[in-house]
């Protein structure tokens, strides 16, 4: 997988520029600094669909708490505002879901790599979530079918999970939430 790195000049007063972003401006503040990302690629966006819908469902019917998906900002501090893939915020934590967005950690993230992410997922976001309490964090990679979760223990992360192509994969903060990796990578198309 081919990395892309952005350089990103750190702002002064780095949340009040991102706010003053239009809605749905292409950007992140990651580390002071406002990083522009692509669009999503179709697998992407079909992975992420497929493990939406089941985590959607499974939440539905058991009602502990609620699932968002991108674009959403997560407001970490003054310096970092993420749009996770995916989030699942427990109802007794759900006082962080606020009108411009969820202030503070949820409980479980999942990101989706991409070529023009895969940096930030692996390194800056994954050390950030550790530091800021984020209980599970999913990392799934389409182009190899692997899902890797890490589980926060003592403050560190554990990878409790590292699976490729076959199997089901299982959360211990959305607890009793099982998924088939053939089913979240069965839209997956490679072409030219």
């Known amino acids: 997988m081919k990395e892309v790195f952005f350089m990103a000049v750190k702002l002064k007063k780095p949340l009040?520029?991102?706010?003053?972003?239009?809605?749905?401006a292409p950007y992140q503040?990651?580390?002071?600094?406002?990083?522009?990302t692509p669009s999503p690629s179709?697998?992407?966006?079909?992975?992420?669909?497929?493990?939406?819908?089941?985590?959607?469902?499974?939440?539905?019917e058991n009602d502990p708490g609620e699932?968002?998906?991108?674009p959403i900002d997560v407001y970490l501090d003054e310096e970092n505002v993420f749009q996770p893939v995916l989030v699942y915020i427990s109802n007794k934590r759900a006082s962080i879901i606020t009108n411009r967005g969820i202030e503070g950690a949820p409980d479980l993230i999942v990101e989706i790599l991409s070529p023009?992410?895969?940096?930030?997922?692996?390194?800056?976001?994954?050390?950030?979530?550790?530091?800021?309490?984020?209980?599970?964090?999913w990392i799934i990679d389409p182009m190899q079918k692997r899902c890797e979760i890490?589980?926060?223990?003592?403050?560190?992360?554990?990878?409790?999970?590292?699976?490729?192509?076959?199997?089901?994969?299982?959360?211990?903060?959305?607890k009793g939430f099982?998924?088939?990796?053939e089913e979240v990578f069965k839209s997956v198309k490679w072409r030219s």
């Open 16 to 24: 009040e520029k991102y706010l003053e972003l239009p809605e749905g």
């Open 29 to 36: 503040l990651i580390g002071g600094g406002l990083i522009m």
């Open 42 to 60: 179709p697998n992407h966006q079909r992975v992420s669909r497929d493990l939406e819908e089941k985590m959607v469902k499974y939440v539905e």
């Open 67 to 70: 699932v968002l998906y991108a």
């Open 116 to 137: 023009s992410t895969a940096y930030y997922d692996l390194r800056v976001k994954f050390n950030l979530y550790e530091k800021k309490g984020v209980q599970e964090y």
């Open 150 to 174: 890490y589980n926060l223990e003592k403050g560190k992360y554990i990878k409790t999970v590292d699976v490729m192509e076959k199997g089901n994969v299982s959360s211990k903060v959305l």
């Open 178 to 181: 099982e998924v088939s990796l």
